[in-house]
């Protein structure tokens, strides 16, 4: 099984899409997606419409489809009403589980993980790793039991359209040569398929645009840091937040925060007992914090207000190690509330539940893998 997984990345790059020779494709400049139009044609019920029959195109492998049809099938997705840039489908985790087997995988396994891939694509169209997965159970299908050809090779265009839709809008190696993802699990996907192992990733602003810059581990083309244009993912993130819009709007019982946050909330109509609480202020922090109050918060904390930090962290100077944390002060009064951290973005699962007095800083600690937040019944009486 580990023979045929470690075969996969050859195969796919050994074919190209929409029938062109491998040799043919080559972007003498990069088309880089124009949002503003795919927002104009994917958004809103005629939108949705109109993606709808791109997708059918895609379904019957149209090879009139252009790179700009393409784009609009790939990014068009943060424009749909299920649209989510985080997370692992429930069904890709079923299928590494059937993979991972040590028994050689049965006809029925290969019906099992064709099906799964199925159910993602029915509600995802564009998801790369679902025609990859898919691919994985038709070749073992025909490798082992007869299975159609022409099948595989139809699922093997398809996510090499997709792969090359991702790969037309830049190489990676700078900023404004980064390639154009609608998810962080495309990131590790190109470069899986690219063959190369990240070490390190940060975060970073640029001309207005941002970008997850990856470090590369050594390799033989001698890339030593590859940036992804991660536009499309940050503004799906601020839709969380519409307070930052208006501040004043709404009260939240709930927020979810990615790793590397800082956020500000503030309590409105103070009460003795469930005092109402507004985003006020959130931003991204790209650098490794130092867990000390007399330098993570050096200013006062206005009133009414808690400051917090969802980061990695190290506990002093010089420390090697490194925790992803919760910490914030607070000038309200005794302040209780719900944690759930999440690997995936996906499932949270419960941590913990903490008091918190005025001024006091609280600091929780996981591990590198605790990769989402989710601070939920925030009150202020037990």
């Known amino acids: 099984m580990r023979k045929i997984q470690l075969l996969l990345s050859i195969l796919l790059f050994s074919f190209a899409a929409w029938g062109q020779d491998s040799a043919d494709i080559y972007y003498p400049s990069y088309y880089l997606p124009e949002y503003q139009q795919i927002k104009k044609d994917c958004s809103g019920k005629q939108g949705a419409r109109y993606y709808a029959k791109l997708v059918k195109r895609f379904e019957k492998l ?9 784009q609009k099938i790939y990014y068009g997705q943060p424009y749909l009403d299920n649209y989510s840039p985080y997370g692992d489908p429930k069904e890709f985790r079923q299928i590494r589980e059937i993979l991972n087997k040590e028994d050689p995988p049965s006809i029925q396994d290969t019906r099992d993980i064709i099906k799964l891939s199925n159910d993602v ?9 679902a025609y990859y997965y898919k691919f994985i159970g038709q070749n073992i299908a025909c490798e082992l039991y007869e299975g159609d050809t022409n099948e595989l090779e139809k699922i093997r265009a398809q996510f090499h359209a997709l792969f090359q839709t991702i790969a037309s809008t830049g190489n990676g190696l700078s900023p404004e040569l980064a390639m154009h993802v609608v998810s962080t699990s495309h990131e590790y996907m190109m470069m899986n398929m690219y063959g190369f192992q990240p070490v390190r990733q940060a975060l970073m602003h640029i001309d207005g645009h941002s970008y997850d810059m990856f470090v590369i581990d050594s390799n033989e083309y001698d890339v030593d ?5 991660i536009d499309c993912i940050v503004g799906a993130w601020d839709k969380l937040f519409p307070q930052e819009k208006k501040k004043e709007e709404g009260p939240v019982t709930t927020i979810d925060l990615k790793l590397g946050t800082k956020f500000v909330l ?8 469930n005092s109402r609480f507004v985003l006020v202020e959130k931003e991204f ?3 490794t914090l130092i867990a000390k109050i007399d330098s993570l918060f050096a200013e006062p904390v206005p009133e009414n207000q808690i400051v917090g930090y969802f980061c990695p962290m190290r506990l002093y100077e010089g420390s ?3 925790w992803n944390c919760l910490v914030f002060r607070s000038n309200c009064d005794y302040l209780f509330y719900d944690t759930y951290i999440s690997r995936e973005g996906v499932k949270f699962n419960p941590t913990s539940n903490n008091g918190m007095p005025r001024g006091t800083m609280m600091n929780e600690m996981w591990h590198d893998d605790a990769q989402y937040l989710r601070i939920s019944n925030l009150r202020t009486k037990e």
């Open 62 to 70: 149209d090879t009139t489809l252009d790179i700009t049809d393409l």
């Open 121 to 129: 694509i029915a509600r995802c169209p564009a998801e790369p790793r």
């Open 225 to 229: 840091t590859l940036y992804f244009n």
């Open 266 to 273: 503030e309590m409105k109509k103070v009460k003795r007992k």
């Open 285 to 287: 922090i790209e650098d």
């Open 320 to 322: 090697e190690s490194v």
